[in-house]
């Protein structure tokens, strides 16, 4: 097996549901691991492939939920479908706003199963091209990305930065080249498939309403 490949891991304490949800995924040619609990899961090394994680919200001794916000924050490769037995709307809402690919209450469908997990692999394979392209910049050249996704203009940056205009100009090109960006709108949205947040400015260059004005023209014309 590449380990680029798609797969998919399920991390479900019950045995009967855990068996039969990778057998369906393993009869339509998915790669799959299977984790009855997870600390077993924890223990395994990072993928760093497209990855989906079918993952039991009741797992006991493991706040499914908080485990749910920490990837969501730094921004990880692998996608979450939830499964559950209870029918929480609260949580089910909670879990989708912050990024789950799906919630699905047992019994489920075997096409909602694959339906959850295609979504999953592709969005993770978004995430996983994402970051190969910002790889490719030098620390110097990943801190300028920070800060054009911040909004800030080459002065600005070189302010923030301590540099010459020339020298950020400079930086600024090889980013836009090296990931394949046109606009600043495109490296926004490259870091929002990342998980890379802004940098935060020292002092504030405009207003918060003068920059999302300034950000919704942007995106608008771009499409």
């Known amino acids: 097996m590449k380990e680029s490949e798609p797969r998919v891991f399920v991390v479900v304490d019950n045995r009967l549901v855990r068996v039969r949800i990778a057998d369906v995924l393993t009869r339509e040619g998915y790669v799959v691991e299977k984790f ?3 600390a077993e899961y924890l223990a395994r090394e990072p993928y760093c492939g497209p990855l989906c994680i079918i993952l039991e919200v009741e797992l006991p001794g493991f706040d499914s939920l908080a485990f749910q916000r920490e990837h969501a924050e730094e921004g990880r490769m692998e996608q979450i479908v939830f499964v559950t037995r209870n029918d929480n709307t ?3 809402i909670e879990a989708m706003k912050r990024g789950a690919v799906d919630y699905l209450l047992e019994p489920f469908r075997r096409d909602e199963l694959l339906s959850a997990v295609a979504r999953a692999l592709a969005r993770s394979a978004e995430v996983v091209e994402s970051w190969a392209r910002l790889a490719k910049l030098t620390p110097r050249e990943l801190e300028v990305f920070e800060w ?5 203009i080459n002065k600005e940056i070189a302010e923030e930065v301590g540099v010459t205009l020339r020298t950020i100009k400079e930086h600024r090109a090889r980013v836009m080249q090296k990931t394949g960006a046109v606009s600043v709108v495109e490296l926004v949205r490259l870091a929002m498939k990342a998980g890379v947040a802004p940098a935060q400015p020292k002092v504030s260059y405009r207003s918060n309403m003068e920059l999302a004005a300034a950000w919704q023209k942007e995106l608008s014309t771009a499409g």
């Open 36 to 38: 009855a609990s997870a």
């Open 90 to 92: 609260r949580m089910a």
């Open 148 to 152: 054009l996704i911040a909004g800030l």
